[in-house]
């Protein structure tokens, strides 16, 4: 496996961002990310408005990059020219290296136990489990979701309480977007679910989730894809976004639109300081704001979609 890998990094105007990323993605082949540059400073105002973004793309170190960037710089000098006046930045290049989280959660992941009943378990060990418990065995590597996450750990929490809160029958439908892992996912399995959708944009993770997944004896059960939100097939009783903020605003029309009536939203991933944020982000959908549960700087908001009147 390649573990170091170097990020040119080029900062825009963020209505030509896409552009470059575009084709930075064909150029680079091994992926491309945009990053907001107000993303630690969003006020409800300025998310609209943000001027610049940085797009992001990981080369090979084998890669010649003297080339590469000659290639890159002559595609910006051209964007430059088709827009005048823009602020167009020079590409900077910086060695990243792969961390190697396999090795890094094996040390600190060990048996968990989350809300009532579950009891997560590092696929390498043996855990002695209640006869109540719901086991998970659980393998991240590369993926994020071990349940030691705050974020991941408020999912669970209210994951549990909406399952087990509802009537068993018929079996709600759950979506858990990001599904990193896949833990969000199985969970729900072992708690009840219906249909349950797990998807992730990432592959790897895709990968690593459907491999958790057949651990767990659930890969029959769960539809486990890098399929887009915009592309999923609606709607869910119970959808499990934990994401970032800034991406949970960007998406609330299409979450809100695939919530069943009477179903609930839970939204994770979300720093304290951008309650507020998401509230406003969320106030223009058809939703009930229910509650916000905490841990540490972390955050989950609840919202439901009330049952049309009989
Ligand atoms: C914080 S991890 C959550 C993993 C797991 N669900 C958990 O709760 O521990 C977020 C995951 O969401 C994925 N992701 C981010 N934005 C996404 C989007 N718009 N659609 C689908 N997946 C997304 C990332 O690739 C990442 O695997």
């Known amino acids: 496996m390649n573990d170091t890998w170097l990020e040119v990094a080029c900062e825009l105007p963020s209505e030509l961002a896409d552009i470059l990323a575009e084709y930075l993605a064909g150029v680079s082949g091994a992926g491309v990310c945009v990053e907001n540059l107000n993303v630690d400073a969003f006020s409800p105002s300025e998310i609209a408005h943000s001027p610049l973004m940085t797009v992001k793309a990981y080369f090979s170190s084998a890669d010649d990059m003297a080339a590469r960037l000659a290639e890159i710089s002559a595609f910006l000098d051209d964007l430059a020219a088709a827009n005048p006046g823009a602020a167009i930045g020079k590409p900077a290049v910086t060695t990243v290296k792969s961390e190697d989280w396999s090795t890094s959660w094996k040390v600190n992941f060990k048996p968990l136990r989350v809300g009532r009943r579950l009891l997560i378990v590092p696929s390498w060990e043996e855990a002695e489990a209640g006869p109540d418990d719901i086991v998970l065995s659980l393998d991240p590597g590369m993926a994020f979701g071990t349940g030691g996450h705050e974020t991941t750990r408020l999912c669970l929490e209210q994951l549990e309480t909406v399952l087990l809160g509802r009537p068993a029958a018929p079996p709600p439908s759950v979506l858990d977007l990001g599904t990193g892992s896949g ?108 509650e916000t549960a905490h841990q540490g700087e972390w955050v989950a908001m609840l919202y439901s979609k009330d049952a049309a009147p009989a």
Request: aromatic share 4%; hydrophobic share 55%; with cysteine.
């Open 183 to 290: 833990i969000l996912a199985m969970a729900a399995a072992r708690l009840g679910a219906g249909r349950i959708c797990a998807v992730d944009i990432d592959p790897d993770a895709v990968e690593v989730a459907r491999e958790n997944m057949a651990i767990n004896g659930l890969a029959e059960r769960i539809e486990c894809s890098a399929t887009p939100l915009e592309s999923l097939a609606g709607p869910f009783d119970v959808i499990l976004a934990n994401i970032l903020a800034e991406e949970l605003v960007r998406l609330a029309p299409q979450l809100s639109e695939r919530l069943a009536q009477g179903g609930v939203l839970i939204l994770s991933g979300i720093l304290a300081e951008k309650e507020a944020f998401v509230r406003s982000g969320f106030a223009a959908q058809p939703l009930v704001y229910r």
